[in-house]
């Protein structure tokens, strides 16, 4: 365990109020959102600026104590959780959540690691501009835990994920060492752009403590749409026509099944749903124009007409206002909340390219129906870009003592072989973490791990950085 003197100099690096020490402090910072994830800490640092992160980081190499950066902890996979053993200070990256810079000469706009997603968005549409980036629990996560996870969200079909979205990061390494890449450079091609070794790696090798990040102009027309269909096939098959007919006007499309839809329904007071019935698949359809000449909602109109005539989809809503755009979204925006109060749920986040996301369904379905009839196969996910949440949700009580691990393990199992199939990820946002470390390797392989291992000594030589995720 740290040293008393350890946790003296920590005090006096962010004062009193901001390291937490006692056990009744500590809980909101030891345990995952889902209850899924628990351990312990030695202690919570609240630093306020970058100089104290150094500071800190400094301090926790001279007594070799492991460090666990902290954002929103809103993440699926136990990353920012401590290990039980105790050792370990959480560096709660909150109070980081100055904006320091709005620049629209470069298109940017500058803002530390704490900063909360939704708070950046807002600032954005306050100077006329758009922040891409959304997410379901985007009124809590901050920026930083987004990069570090590399995350994906609703936009990623036009706006690519938090890795297109980064211009520059300021890092704090493991012994305090300050990179300050915040230039908003576009173009640089000089020698390794190193900020990419950070954006996804989890606090694994260094602090995210302040990002660049690009915004766009601010669209004049919005338009959203709910479809609904029997087969993922159709779902396709109207993605192939929306980009053909609206190009990068098309920013999202969510793909739905009904089992997820009742689940929202079932478990969540606020959404509702737009049409008769809940059919067998529906998708959300968002698209943006920046110029008011150009109609895009008679575009839309046409587009879906033509499909309704075609028999490529059933039914069509579209939202006449923006409070029924935002009922449309709700659904889509409830999924992880409904499905935590559901049951137990072994949740996927896997990519598969477009091509192959009809059959990838089709064969989890029919393995998982075989094999745990007494479940509950949800489907919901970004199906432009191929990002698709299969989420089992089993009754625990039916898994007695370690049943329902093995339940998990052999669930991974079938839907990871389905993905690796038709050469796809296992995680496309959700990160790796500690629920997601043995799947990497059975994934990847082992160059790719060896490699992965070597710039890790190379960053972290200790191992301090986050210990327990990603890789052992």
């Known amino acids: 365990m740290p040293s008393n003197a350890f946790i003296e100099a920590a005090r006096a690096i962010v004062g009193p109020a901001n390291l937490l020490t006692e056990a009744e402090d500590l809980q909101g910072f030891v345990n995952d959102w889902r209850d899924r994830y628990q351990g312990l800490a030695c202690a919570v640092a609240r630093p306020a600026s970058t100089s104290e992160v150094m500071a800190l980081m400094r301090l926790c190499a001279e007594h070799g104590v492991p460090v666990v950066p902290q954002g929103g902890n809103t993440g699926l996979c136990g990353a920012a959780t401590p290990d039980a053993s105790g050792t370990a200070l959480v560096l709660w990256l909150g109070r980081l959540n100055r904006v320091r810079e709005f620049n629209e000469v470069d298109g940017c706009i500058v803002v530390e690691a704490g900063a909360v997603l939704q708070r950046i968005q807002e600032l954005a549409r306050e100077h006329g501009y758009f922040f891409p980036m959304s997410l379901g629990a985007e009124g809590s996560c901050q920026i930083g835990g987004n990069i570090s996870t590399n995350a994906g969200g609703t936009a990623v079909l036009r706006y690519g994920p938090m890795r297109d979205l980064v211009l520059g990061l300021e890092v704090v390494l493991a012994d305090g060492t300050l990179c300050n890449w915040l230039t908003p450079l576009r173009k640089n091609t000089t020698?390794?752009?190193?900020?990419?070794?950070?954006?996804?790696?989890?606090?694994?090798?260094?602090?995210?403590t302040a990002a660049s990040l690009k915004v766009f102009p601010a669209p004049r027309q919005r338009e959203s749409a709910m479809v609904a269909f029997q087969e993922v096939e159709s779902a396709l098959t109207l993605l192939i026509g929306l980009r053909k007919q609206l190009g990068d006007r098309l920013?999202?499309?969510?793909?739905?099944?009904?089992?997820?839809?009742?689940?929202?329904?079932?478990?969540?007071?606020?959404?509702?749903?737009?049409?008769?019935a809940v059919p067998p698949w529906a998708l959300i359809i968002e698209v943006t124009e920046t110029l008011d000449s150009y109609s895009l909602r008679e575009a839309l109109e046409q587009l879906l007409g033509q499909a309704l005539e075609d028999g490529v989809i059933e039914d069509a809503v579209l939202a006449s206002s923006n409070a029924q755009q935002e009922a449309m979204w709700s659904v889509r925006h409830s999924v992880s909340e409904a499905n935590k109060r559901a049951g137990y749920g072994v949740t996927h986040d896997t990519a598969v390219p477009l091509s192959g996301q009809a059959v990838f369904v089709r064969s989890v379905e029919k393995r998982l129906a075989e094999e745990f009839a007494d479940g509950q196969m949800l489907v919901v996910g970004h199906i432009g870009d191929g990002n698709l949440h299969v989420i089992h949700m089993l009754d625990p009580a039916a898994y007695p003592g370690d049943a329902l691990k093995q339940a998990a393990v052999r669930i991974n199992r079938i839907v990871d072989e389905e993905t690796l199939a038709l050469g796809g990820a296992i995680s496309a946002e959700h990160g790796i973490g500690q629920s997601n470390k043995a799947r990497l390797v059975h994934s990847k392989g082992q160059t790719q791990i060896d490699l992965m291992r070597r710039v890790k000594a190379a960053l972290d030589p200790e191992g301090r950085l986050n210990p327990g995720k990603v890789m052992d």
């Open 191 to 208: 020698g390794y752009d190193l900020k990419h070794l950070f954006i996804g790696a989890e606090g694994t090798l260094g602090i995210v």
């Open 251 to 276: 920013l999202s499309c969510e793909l739905i099944n009904r089992a997820q839809v009742q689940t929202v329904l079932t478990h969540m007071q606020g959404p509702t749903w737009p049409m008769a």
